[in-house]
């Protein structure tokens, strides 16, 4: 995975995405010609009556309004706007009547300050920031629909290649779908300023083969094995104050105001995209969260080296 990836809008690659370019096109060639007429004409008439010696005894034309001009600049402009209006209203409804298949991939997402959880409500799978879904081919469609809230305040989802901003409102709820047509990892951002690190949202959908994500699937869907190494880092975490923020099935664990860290491994950043996932930053994030993201609501729990090592041996065996 490659979270660094700049998202990118004109390489879209599933069905609301690919519209919502298409709809720019249109208004980009339209709002473009009106450019080149308009700015020809400045350009015409700069030329050709500009910068002539004058005569101050002589006045020019004095001229005073002419209804036909009036009523072209006023009933073409109209027309535009109109018919943009019109292609606009389309292509939205097109997008936002999309019934929902009896086979589709129901996800819930919920923004948090400041990092995502993402519900797989009938695999009963919960996982953060990283979103992995089928791929759609002709012969095979595969149609994700997300549901989008908020905990706490207004935040924005966006995965420019996928689909078009959605807002995750406190108790709302919001509904955004996709259709992704190519394999690959495509990232997004929370697109609405929600505090601190409103930048540190970073969102990543992998999108799979089906037979690779029917592997994720069930890889998620087991508990992480017990290793016999790890246990005094298990009870440890067990003990702590972790296990009010934080799950891990299968452990006294039960917390919901942090995410979910039954497979914390398998995903490719700390902190909604604050580092990498590595042994090394782990450590250093459970030492001190507000080292890589000041402001972040997980504290530093202030554990000595030696509990911090038997964490760590816990922590990396949650793949
Ligand atoms: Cu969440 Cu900005």
Redesign the pocket.
């Known amino acids: 995975m490659t979270p660094t990836q700049t998202p990118n809008i004109f390489a879209p690659v599933s069905t609301p995405a690919l519209e919502i370019r298409d709809l720019s096109f249109i208004v980009l060639a339209i709002t473009a010609a009106i450019f080149v007429i308009v700015g020809g004409f400045t350009i015409y008439t700069l030329i050709r009556f500009g910068r002539r010696p004058t005569n101050p005894q002589i006045e020019p034309a004095q001229v005073y309004g002419s209804t036909q001009i009036e009523l072209a600049w006023t009933v073409v402009p109209f027309l535009i706007v109109v018919v943009l209006f019109l292609v606009t209203a389309r292509y939205v409804y097109g997008i936002e009547r999309r019934a929902k298949p009896p086979d589709a991939l129901e996800i819930t997402v919920v923004?948090?300050?400041?990092w995502?959880e993402i519900r797989y409500p009938k695999l009963g799978i919960v996982t953060a920031n990283e979103i992995h879904v089928p791929v759609s081919d002709a012969a095979n469609p595969a149609l994700t629909f997300i549901t989008v809230e908020?905990v706490d305040?207004?935040?924005?989802f966006w995965v420019p290649q996928l689909a078009g901003k959605m807002d995750?409102i406190p108790n709302k709820t919001n509904r955004v779908w996709i259709e992704p047509r190519r394999v690959g990892t495509y990232v997004g951002?929370?697109?609405?300023?929600?505090?601190l690190?409103?930048?540190l949202?970073l969102l990543v959908v992998a999108v799979h083969p089906k037979d690779e994500f029917r592997a994720w699937v069930a890889a998620q869907r087991t508990a992480p094995a017990e290793q016999a190494a790890a246990r005094a880092g298990r009870e440890l975490f067990s003990s702590l104050a972790c296990i009010n923020c934080h799950s891990v099935r299968g452990t006294p664990g039960n917390g919901v105001f942090g995410p979910d860290l039954t497979h914390l491994m398998s995903r490719s950043t700390l902190g909604a995209g604050a580092v990498r996932n590595t042994p090394e930053n782990l450590r250093a994030w459970v030492k001190d969260p507000g080292a890589f993201k000041a402001g972040v609501l997980m504290p530093a729990m202030k554990l000595d080296e030696a509990q911090l090592d038997q964490l760590l041996a816990y922590l990396v065996t949650l793949r």
Do not use: I, K
């Open positions: 923004g948090n300050q400041w995502w908020s305040v207004a935040h924005s995750a951002q929370c697109a609405e300023y929600c505090g690190q409103h930048a949202m």
